[in-house]
């Protein structure tokens, strides 16, 4: 079964500053898509950026980023010019591209990130 | 358009009633899930339905939970006798295939007292 682990419950950042998320996962699957949420405090989960698992090229999102490491089953996420706006818990993703439950994310615990003034 | 609607926003209920949670997917959806959030922690994965089928009831935590979807749209998870460790935020989300991206609710906040 695919494991995503989030090792860093919370962070913080100074405001205009740069942060990175880390994320690590398991699975045997080489086709596969990795995703990271943002959850404020409204609850509702909304997509950050999105990576498909075929692809080398890293995808960015105007100031979100990420660092995919397919060998090493790392998926980071960089936050630049942090704004008071992104203070949320994230939450990294992964989503398996076979069998009946295709479509089903399997979550991390999430980091919850603070942004400072 | 309009999002992911999900009701009530939250819910309070005395341990052994049971509950209706509903969710009211993205018009032509045909994917829909759900998801249970408990305090800090991560979601964990409920049932998946494409169209009114449920090709994935593994995350059903006991036969207290069920779940229905009608007409390929509106989904009610239902959980019977109700415990106060099922006190959570229950997350509904649906996708245009189950290859899309997942677009979520707001949830409901289930209190068992």
């Known amino acids: 079964a695919q494991t995503v682990t989030q090792s860093q419950p919370e962070m913080s950042v100074q405001e205009a500053e740069t942060v990175t998320l880390s994320c690590t996962y398991d699975t045997s699957e080489s086709d596969y898509y990795l995703f990271w949420y943002k959850q404020p405090p409204s609850r509702q989960m909304i997509l950050v950026i999105r990576q498909e698992a075929y692809k080398q090229q890293n995808a960015t999102e105007n100031r979100f980023s990420v660092n995919f490491q397919k060998a090493a089953k790392s998926f980071s996420l960089k936050i630049s010019d942090s704004q008071l706006g992104d203070a949320a818990m994230y939450f990294c993703a992964y989503r398996s591209d076979y069998g009946g439950s295709q479509g089903n994310l399997i979550f991390g615990k999430g980091t919850k990130l603070s942004v400072k003034p | ?113």
Request: aromatic share 8%.
């Open chain 2, 1 to 113: 358009g309009a999002g992911v609607s999900q009701s009530p926003s939250n819910k309070v209920t005395e341990k052994g009633k049971d509950v209706e949670l509903r969710c009211d997917p993205i018009s032509g959806h045909t994917a829909l899930y759900w998801y249970r959030q408990s305090l800090g922690q991560g979601l964990e994965f409920l049932i998946y339905f494409q169209g009114n089928s449920a090709p994935d009831k593994s995350g059903l935590p006991s036969d207290r939970f069920s779940a229905e979807r009608t007409g390929g749209s509106v989904s009610t998870l239902t959980i019977q006798r109700t415990q106060q460790e099922d006190s959570a935020v229950y997350l509904c989300a649906s996708s245009l295939e189950n290859s899309s991206p997942l677009h979520f609710g707001n949830g409901t906040r289930l209190t068992v007292t």
